[in-house]
Each structure stands twice: as structure tokens, then as C-alpha cells.
């Protein structure tokens, strides 16, 4: 009987803290052009990234866990993609800059951008 009990809390700790966790950070808030228009997704320009060479991207994974080496998190595909040569870049009312740019890499799993400013 005590075993079913502790089993039964046990359960019921885990699927509380299941309720409350979450995976991402969340601040909360819309992207600006969700609730004010700006342009239509059509006006937004397209940039393309190249498709890396899988098969050798491939060969390095391989190589590498062999080595022990931990899994690859990505592939870092450098662009000169900036405010002034790609994209849209909006004034806002407030001052402050709204940039919209759409990434197309069909083959990608994910795309992770990281804008470094190099002055």
C-alpha cells in the first residue's frame, strides 16, 4: 500500500514539473509586423544561401566521432549580408529600425543567425 502511495506521488511530482518546464526561453510579445503593416511578404527580399557539400560535411562527421569528437551543431556558412545590401530596413515611428530579410536554404534543417557588427 505504501509502495502504490509513493509511486502515485512520485508520478504526480514528475508530471507537475512537466507542466511548468519548458524548452525555449520566452519573453513574450509579436514580431512588430504581426500587429502593423509594413510590407506584404511578397516585397521582402529573398537571399539564397548555397547548399554546402553534404557528402564532405559528411565524411568530417564521421571522421570526427571515430575521434571522439562531440556531434557538429551546425555549419557556419559566412555571408556579407548586411543593413545597407540585403534586405528591407523600416523606420519605425519610435526611432527605432525594423530589418526583414527572408533566408532560403531549402536543404537546411535549421537556420541559425548570428549578425556579428564588425565597425
Not at 548586411?82 to 523606420?91: A, E, P, V
Request: hydrophobic residues 35%.
Amino acid at each position: 500500500m505504501k509502495t502504490n502511495k509513493l509511486k502515485g506521488f512520485v508520478f504526480l511530482y514528475f508530471f507537475a514539473i512537466a507542466l511548468y518546464s519548458t524548452a525555449q526561453i520566452n519573453i513574450g510579445g509579436k514580431p512588430y509586423s504581426w500587429e502593423n503593416t509594413l510590407t506584404t511578404i511578397n516585397d521582402i527580399p529573398i537571399v539564397n544561401f548555397d547548399t554546402p557539400d553534404l557528402k564532405k560535411l559528411e565524411a568530417e562527421d564521421k571522421q570526427d566521432e571515430k575521434g571522439g569528437v562531440p556531434p557538429r551543431f551546425g555549419y557556419l556558412n559566412y555571408t556579407n549580408w548586411d543593413l545597407k545590401n540585403s534586405g528591407n530596413l523600416t523606420m519605425l515611428k519610435d526611432g527605432s529600425k525594423l530589418w526583414q530579410l527572408e533566408i532560403y536554404c531549402p536543404s537546411a534543417l535549421s537556420i541559425y543567425h548570428i549578425h556579428i557588427d564588425e565597425k
